[in-house]
């Protein structure tokens, strides 16, 4: 099979999901919503939502109730990106090659816009209730309070403000710290949408927190790549200013370990990953529909396309 | 019965009640906690979670699954204030007579910790679930599915996007687009804590709606009353600045109607929220438990506090 174009394939129906659970532009508070929208439909590779949907399937899902939940951690990741690039944070102008919300909208609006993008995706995920029958609604309270602790001070919320604060007082990073954030700061999301995704279709306790660690890995080689990125790439090919690390003085995990043994860690953390979940549907009592088994090929092929960095 | 002495008291519990959910302050991302609890102990009057407390028992409602709701609301309540004090909305170092959020604790921390507590909120909420019984599910969700609602672009957040941007624009405010505001900016919320407390009682549709009225009703009021002390009050008594309406040349409801019709229509939208909570339990269909006639009575005096501006 060729699951490249596939990943292609799905990305775009991926797409076109959440983008309809975006509220529309109208009413007195038109512009808020405009800005929400807009810093949605910047972002492009879809990788949280993408997960999310194929570990459902993966896991024998095959209900719309993961969709919500799709379009919600997307949400939930824009309004990071967006409250993120203010002055007061990292005072960025540039996503993707296009201005960022408030250098589009003003700060005001750039600050209410992300406030509107998270309460919204609450209000988002919650549409699953509507979506089912009542016997889901126990995997639904789950799923969302998985979502919720992962953004929160106990997941991104958590690793930003150690980041920022660092920066802010020109701390060193220690080593702990800088893999709290790395885990808190970009896994957690990850880990909130392999374990939304298997939550959401029924998985078993022990099957969640296994997709919780392969979120975790993913998710520290996704941030270690980025690191990489930020010293070898170019502002064209990232669409953002590179260099800043370096320009802020800020210890990564390449500072740390040196560009080829975090380039080895990468790799290494991302098969270890591909090897948890290719085991899946192994054992005796499980047996994978093709659906299933489909599922499992793709995200596996989209971790390998993360270790080759070409995402 | 000296209901004034049994605010006061039932205040005090209600503080200590929603205290105990807050955070524990440990952690890497110990700042943003500090900064959260800061922000919401700096609150005072509670008066969000006292009325959908009240409303709750007033409803029938006997058990603890409303205290997370309340602690929920206070938070988002607080976030709110933590994001309009911040420099690119309304710029203010004061709040209850101590320093805002971002003054002591740096502008990044400002967003993160108003981040943390609305995301927090939803955590808080959701605690509810294990405090209860599978078949106050259904009323949780619908609780849940309200405060969001109430919070976001088509309540609170909706209102502050109106009011945030007339006022960087230097657009002169229509009273279609007041109202908007008033409605939106304030009332919701209040909307929010009596839908909640009547919803996790098990009160029916109707009833509901009438106390999204009440609701409705006293946030205008208090709104009006608000614009009012910017007029008439001290820095002192206020604990932070007035005169800023006029500073910034804001339309509000006193610019409107002047100070005196103000007055006397916050007295009448008082008075209709009270009449409709007074015929609560009225009907042949239902007798109200001594608590529930108490609390009721107790909302009443709340209300009548209002009238009188002693709040």
């Known amino acids: 099979m060729n699951y490249e174009a596939m990943i292609e394939a799905r990305t775009k129906e991926v797409n076109e999901k959440i983008l309809s659970y975006l509220p529309k532009e109208e009413g007195y508070q038109k512009t808020v919503i405009e800005a929400m929208n807009y810093s949605f439909r910047v972002g492009g590779k879809r990788l949280r939502p993408f997960l999310m949907q194929e570990i459902y399937t993966m896991c024998g899902g095959t209900k719309k109730i993961v969709e919500p939940f799709m379009a919600a951690l997307e949400m939930i990741h824009t309004y990071s990106l967006v409250h993120d690039d203010l002055p007061e944070m990292d005072d960025d102008e540039l996503r993707r090659g296009m201005p960022t919300t408030h250098k589009k909208y003003g700060q005001a609006m750039g600050v209410l816009a992300g406030d509107g993008l998270l309460n919204y995706a609450m209000e988002t995920a919650m549409r699953a209730f509507d979506l089912c029958s009542q016997q889901d609604n126990e995997n639904i309270i789950k799923a969302l309070q998985v979502l919720f602790n992962k953004s929160g001070i106990y997941g ?124 899946y549907g192994t054992e005796a009592t499980l047996t994978l529909t093709p659906e299933s088994e489909e599922a499992k090929q793709i995200v596996i092929a989209l971790i390998r396309r993360l270790v080759s960095r070409k995402m």
Chains 1, 2 share one sequence.
């Open 156 to 279: 991104m919320i958590g690793g930003q403000t150690l980041d920022v604060e660092a920066e802010k007082t020109n701390h060193e990073l220690e080593l702990g710290e800088l893999l709290f954030i790395d885990e808190n700061k970009t896994a957690a999301l990850l880990e909130a949408a392999l374990m939304c995704g298997a939550i959401l279709a029924g998985a078993d306790e022990k099957v969640v927190d296994q997709f919780e660690k392969v979120g975790s890995l993913v998710g520290t080689a996704f941030q270690i790549q980025d690191d990489i990125l930020d010293i070898t790439s170019t502002t064209q090919v990232l669409g953002k200013p590179v260099g800043s690390d370096e320009r802020n003085h800020k210890k990564t995990y390449v500072t740390y370990y040196g560009l080829e043994e975090a380039k080895k860690d990468q790799e290494r953390f991302s098969l270890e990953a591909i090897s948890m979940l290719d085991s």
